[in-house]
């Protein structure tokens, strides 16, 4: 067992870190003030390839492994999590259920589309339906050989952007999971609207909105999988959509962790440094130490991933602990700033804002933990 990265993930992860620091950086705060991320960064980021990630080569792209990937998120979401959650939807849960799922025709097609940047959205949760995605209520009706779709959906990352929307719906008068199809649907898809964009806490920079679907048609060609396959294809990418969560998670930590240290050692109070009082060291070394059990937790579910093992149980550990984590790093970064972090100047109130979402998209925490116990329990009891 060794712990280091190798050559290849170590190239990528001073490239992404000296982009981010060029590209995303300076315009981070703007970005999240003005809900907007400009065209030409989102251009720069495709000229990178990092629409193509997780792209096979024979699609045009750069087919890292799941650790390399990792890498890349943590160091995006240092500079922007809103940033970074546009590019790891799109890679993962955008991603997957088309590379996984699509007939080997649709996949020639749309695959060398999306890495080289035409984004992809997921249109699972509902208004109706978040944790409980199998109660998801949108129809997908079929007619010769189109399915017409109808329905709502919410907090679709990427929604403004996306040329493609992965949408989860259902046989009408099916009521449970196993009635649940997926679907790639293109944007220009008569019948699909954005209906709303939401006014976010934090993640700013990300677009979310509401997708309507009224009388959408799309041809039986652009199911993936089998009909009644849509559930399990949806929680499958979610299990690898969890492992870059919790990548983002550590991302924005590492942010709160290296601000607070620098803030310590320059802000000075009776007489010497804040950093140089025993309680704030302390915190120091707690937030040190939490994210590094985080990136270990985060490294083992990835190295799973890549092994073709089972991951489910170790990517909801490293999600539950890392988003957690980073949330605890957050919360001592802005009181390590005192009143200076509780003002827009200091981005520790910017990351403050986007961790907490962590704990709540691809599976709430109180989710994780369910499937957790569930997995321990199988194995164990
Ligand atoms: C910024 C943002 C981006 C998002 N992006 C996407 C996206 O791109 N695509 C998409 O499909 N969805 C997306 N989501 C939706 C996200 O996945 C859901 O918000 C999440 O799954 C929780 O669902 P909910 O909000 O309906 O909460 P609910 O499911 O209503 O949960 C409310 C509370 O009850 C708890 N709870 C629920 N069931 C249980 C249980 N059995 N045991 C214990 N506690 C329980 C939850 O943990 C939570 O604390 C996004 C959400 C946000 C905020």
Redesign the pocket.
């Known amino acids: 067992m060794h712990f280091d990265l190798n050559e290849n993930q170590t190239m990528f992860r001073d490239m992404v870190r000296d982009f981010a620091k060029q590209e995303i950086m300076p315009i981070a705060h703007q970005m999240d003030v003005t809900r907007e991320m400009p065209d030409d960064l989102v251009e720069k980021i495709k000229a990178n390839g990092f629409f193509g990630l997780s792209f096979p080569e024979e699609y045009g792209g750069l087919d890292v492994d799941t650790i390399t990937y990792g890498v890349v998120v943590e160091e995006l979401a240092r500079a922007s999590a809103g940033v970074c959650i546009m590019v790891t ?1 799109h890679n993962s ?1 955008g991603y997957y259920p088309v590379a996984g799922f699509g007939s080997e025709e649709l996949k020639r097609e749309i695959l060398p589309r999306m890495a080289a940047g035409e984004i992809a ?5 509902e208004a109706g ?4 995605a199998a109660s998801l209520r949108a129809t997908a009706r079929k007619e010769g050989e189109e399915y017409v779709l109808d329905g709502s ?6 929604g403004t952007r996306a040329a493609f929307f992965v949408v989860l719906a259902r046989n009408p008068g099916s009521t449970d999971h196993r009635g649940i199809h997926a679907f790639l649907v293109p944007r220009d898809t008569p019948g699909l609207s954005v209906a709303k964009k939401e006014d ?1 806490m934090g ?1 700013r920079a990300s677009d ?1 909105v509401v997708i309507d679907l009224d009388g959408a048609r799309v041809p039986a060609a652009n199911r993936l999988g089998d009909e009644g396959d849509g559930f399990r294809i949806g929680m499958t990418a979610l299990d690898g959509g969890r492992i870059g969560v919790a990548f983002q998670a550590l991302g924005i930590g590492r942010a709160c962790l290296e601000a607070a240290a620098k803030y310590s050692m320059v802000r000075e109070q009776f007489g010497k440094p804040i950093g140089r009082q025993p309680v704030i060291g302390n915190m120091i070394a707690d937030m040190g130490t939490e994210l590094d059990a985080a990136r270990l937790l985060a490294f083992r579910a990835a190295w799973l991933k890549d092994q073709g093992r089972r991951f489910t149980k170790e990517a909801a550990m490293a999600k539950v602990f890392a988003t957690e984590a980073a949330g605890r790093a957050a919360d001592a970064a802005v009181q390590i700033h005192g009143g200076y972090g509780y003002v827009k100047e200091y981005d520790v109130e910017r990351y403050y804002r986007d961790v907490r ?1 962590t704990r ?8 994780q933990r ?1 499937v957790i116990a569930r997995e321990l329990l199988r194995e164990l009891a």
Do not use: H, P, Q
């Not at 959906?153 to 990427?158: D, E, G, P, R």
């Open positions: 939807v849960v959205a997921f249109c699972v949760s339906a978040g944790s409980d959906k919410m907090w679709v990352t990427n976010k993640l979310t979402v709540i998209y691809e599976g709430t925490s109180e989710i369910l």
